[in-house]
């Protein structure tokens, strides 16, 4: 999979510094109109992508994926102990069943017999069960009282989960928000990520392509090399799982919509640097800001829990959403290019759409 995250990687670069660098060393002239269609339909891939794949697929890791052992566990020792309190088996039976039960579940023990899901307060149920058959085997106490210790780890576990799952509830909105949010902080704060409006109206306004911020130019090319940032965590997060078509999924939409972006920040920074090789500069940053922080996430990710890569991917998709909807929601508000700003929005959303069904049909599904 490494092999994989790193061609991802190096795509991404080549596509940034080839987009991003194509105004600076060609005579290609800024084609505001296309430039926005192009972005329109980037962002109607970005939100697609976002609400059909990065969230779901970040919900369903940062909730089911992580405690589903110990939950089928959990279920299939609570008949076991419903054959035992109705009479159809001993408890010295039900000790033996739940036994082979946890025999079944030696894939998800390490060598220490411990659960991989046990939370960082204790042991997981698995182990916890187990002790209980230890002590009814050194004969520290009997198969009937072996049987109630059981019942009630059961019952302790499913109050626990009900807990749990309302408390993640905060935290997997608060993750979404979160992105979104701090998105929504740097764009505020004059680190913004749409470099091309602001020159575009600029442009318009002075009549002339070339426009001096000050600091706020530097300003503005950090901001957008931070949001090339948040597309490479997503890929790495997605790429953590393990998922092939998943990571394919979430690499498709940051992609489309790297070239974009890389062309904007280019004409920006053509107009705005007094010498080439600072606009240079401003690109080859941007460009490695996605590869690197894939290879970073990645690495960083592998291994840990489902619900950490979850709530990563779950945060990536908040950044997606306000990405697309900045990018577009001028343009749509704008009574002379709302209808086409909004024609070329729901021309990316079915470019996904198809896209997904096709993967669907050739088994691509996003399974884990």
Do not use: Q
């Amino acid at each position: 999979m490494s092999s994989t995250v790193l061609m991802y990687a190096l795509i991404a670069l080549i596509i940034a510094l080839v987009c991003g660098l194509a105004p600076i060393f060609t005579k290609i002239k800024e084609d505001a109109n296309k430039l926005k269609i192009l972005t329109g339909i980037a962002a109607g891939i970005i939100i697609a992508s976002a609400l059909l794949v990065v969230i779901p697929e970040g919900y369903e890791l940062a909730t089911t994926d992580e405690h589903a052992a110990e939950e089928g566990l959990a279920g299939s020792t609570a008949l076991i102990i419903l054959e035992v309190n109705n009479g159809e088996i001993t408890a010295e039976e039900g000790i033996e069943e739940i036994e082979a039960l946890l025999g079944g579940h030696d894939d998800h023990e390490d060598e220490a017999g411990h659960d991989d899901h046990a939370d960082e307060h204790g042991e997981g149920l698995s182990a916890k069960i187990e002790h209980v058959i230890e002590e009814v085997e050194h004969e520290e106490i009997d198969a009937s009282t072996g049987i109630l210790e059981i019942t009630e780890l059961i019952g302790a576990h499913s109050h626990e989960d009900e807990h749990e799952e309302h408390a993640s509830g905060l935290m997997l909105g608060g993750a979404i928000l979160g992105g979104f949010v701090l998105m929504l902080i740097l764009e505020g704060s004059g680190i913004g990520h749409a470099v091309h409006e602001e020159h575009h109206e600029h442009s318009h306004e002075h009549g002339h392509g070339h426009v001096h911020h000050s600091a706020s130019g530097w300003m503005l090319v950090f901001g957008l090399t931070l949001h090339a940032a948040t597309d490479g965590l997503a890929v790495g997060a997605a790429a953590a799982t393990g998922s092939i078509s998943l990571t394919a999924a979430v690499v498709f939409a940051v992609l489309i919509h790297k070239g974009p972006a890389a062309f904007s920040l280019g004409v920006f920074s053509m107009h705005e640097r007094s010498e080439r090789k600072d606009s240079i500069k401003d690109v080859i940053i941007f460009s490695l800001a996605t590869p690197v922080m894939i290879m970073i996430a990645y690495f960083a990710l592998e291994g840990l829990e489902t619900s950490i890569i979850g709530l990563t991917m779950l945060f990536s998709g908040g950044t997606f959403l306000y990405v697309a909807t900045v990018d577009t929601l001028p343009d749509i508000h704008n009574a002379e290019s709302g209808k086409k700003a909004m024609t070329y929005v729901v021309a990316g959303i079915v470019i996904m759409i198809a896209l997904l069904l096709l993967a669907d049909v050739m088994g691509l599904g996003h399974s884990h």
